[in-house]
């Protein structure tokens, strides 16, 4: 079981939490575009929603259009079950509505998450979030590369910089010592063997499992 997915199955155990999975799910960015989701910018018809984009606004892309991904999707109707828009709260009020104080501290919140799932705190857990579903996307091949780029709102250059990571799992697939696997990105299956990631992403890209090594061992590349 992934570090992503052991944090979000955590952040599922309760309904105010659930905001998490738009940044590991989603690929949304932690606060900014997670706070700015309204309830009317999602289009349950057409399977995507937009994307309020305060860091690239400045580049002429406030806006971009996200796929309703199976997970989200998931999460989505959930909250939307317990919150009714339109009925209890505006249809256009803010899909989190905790956290909206700037006294709320969202990276305290996971940290704790973190704890319970016995998971290693990371000093970004929300790019790291992010950074998680973009390697994942990437590795499944559905999409072309210019196409996550539009999604996740980023480039090429920073995508390769910054977000896609080297997993355990490609090193296996390399040496043969398992099948080649397409991590789905819709569906609830798991990684094979329930490689767990641990390394932070750095300037080096590598994110290493914990098969074949102590829990929190740390691997880093020479």
């Known amino acids: 079981m992934t570090w992503r997915t052991r944090y979000l199955r955590r952040a599922q ?6 905001s998490f999975h738009c940044a590991g799910s ?14 009317s910018d999602i289009a349950w018809d057409r399977g995507w929603f937009t994307v309020r984009a305060s860091k690239t606004a400045h ?7 996200v796929p309703l991904f199976h997970e989200l999707l998931t999460e ?10 339109g009925i209890s709260v505006s249809a256009d009020a803010y899909v989190v509505q905790r956290f909206r104080d700037k006294q709320q501290n969202l990276r305290t919140r996971l ?10 705190r990371w000093p970004k857990p929300f790019m790291a979030l992010r950074a998680s ?3 994942e996307l990437e590795r499944s091949g559905r999409q072309p590369n210019h196409v996550l780029n539009a999604w996740f709102g980023h480039t090429a250059k920073i995508a390769d910089e910054h977000y896609l990571t080297v997993t355990e799992v490609d090193f296996d697939v390399a040496s043969g010592s398992v099948v080649p696997f397409v991590v789905p990105s819709v569906g609830n299956k798991e990684p094979p063997r329930g490689f767990t ?4 992403p750095n300037k080096n890209r590598v994110m290493i499992a914990s098969v074949g090594f102590p ?4 691997i880093h590349p020479t």
Not at 13 to 18: C, L
Not at 76 to 85: D, G, I, M, S
């Open 215 to 218: 829990m929190g061992t740390k």
């Open 59 to 65: 580049c002429d892309k406030a806006e971009r259009i």
């Open 26 to 39: 989603g690929g949304l960015r932690c606060p900014s575009e997670v706070l700015a989701l309204r309830w």
């Open 13 to 18: 155990a309760k309904s105010s939490e659930r």
């Open 197 to 200: 990631e641990l390394q932070k």
């Open 76 to 85: 989505l109707n959930a909250l939307f079950t317990l919150v009714e828009p």
């Open 111 to 120: 940290n704790r998450i973190a704890d319970v799932a016995g998971v290693e």
């Open 133 to 135: 579903r973009r390697t």
